[in-house]
């Protein structure tokens, strides 16, 4: 169906991204670990790696979270402006979940400041949206990587996410 590579690697993120709004997160984190084994280019290598900053945060694991915001901090320099802002938000919503509003604020404020400074507008609400919602939310309302990967989801989706591992796995 693709045949150039580039577009294989664009449809697994967005597979990737679509298993991450259904709660499928094994199955997202295994579409971005194939986009990142199979030479990306730097925009696909940020996307994914941005991808599992927030899938790390969702399935409530520091470990991962700190890696992947170490890789993307290595890579700050060379990333775009769209890229830096997104980065700036992940981190702020990942502190947020794992309860460190001071770190989570300080990451949601760079990133409506660097958002302003370049006229990204959606990214812009976004953080004045994500830092409203660090202000009024009680820590118990976070929804857990538990409650959310407890979905049913349909036969359809299952087979694919089967695929999707087998191909991380070949």
């Known amino acids: 169906m693709y045949g150039r590579a580039a577009d294989k690697l664009r449809a697994l993120l967005d597979v990737g ?8 997160y094994t199955a997202a984190e295994d579409a971005f670990a194939v986009v990142l084994a199979r030479k990306p280019s730097l925009q696909q290598r940020t996307a994914a790696m941005e991808q599992m900053l927030e899938l790390s945060a969702l399935m409530d694991n ?3 979270f ?8 290595a890579a700050d320099d060379q ?3 769209v890229a830096r802002v997104d980065f700036e938000l992940a981190l702020g919503n990942g502190y947020r979940h794992f309860g460190q509003p001071g770190k989570a604020k300080r990451h949601l404020q760079s990133a409506l400041r660097l958002a302003e400074e370049n006229g990204l507008n959606q990214l ?12 009024h939310t009680p820590e118990e309302a976070r929804p857990t990587a ?11 989706v299952s087979a694919v996410a089967g695929k999707v591992h087998a191909l991380r796995c070949a």
Do not use: C, I, Q, Y
């Not at 812009?124 to 202000?135: D, G, T, V, Y």
């Open 17 to 24: 991204e679509a298993f991450t709004r259904l709660g499928a």
């Open 62 to 64: 520091r470990v991962a």
């Open 66 to 73: 700190e890696h992947w915001s170490r890789e993307l901090r």
């Open 124 to 135: 812009l609400f976004k953080a004045e949206e994500l830092l409203k919602e660090l202000n």
């Open 79 to 81: 990333l775009p402006m």
């Open 146 to 156: 538990a409650e959310a990967s407890s979905r049913e989801w349909d036969a359809h």
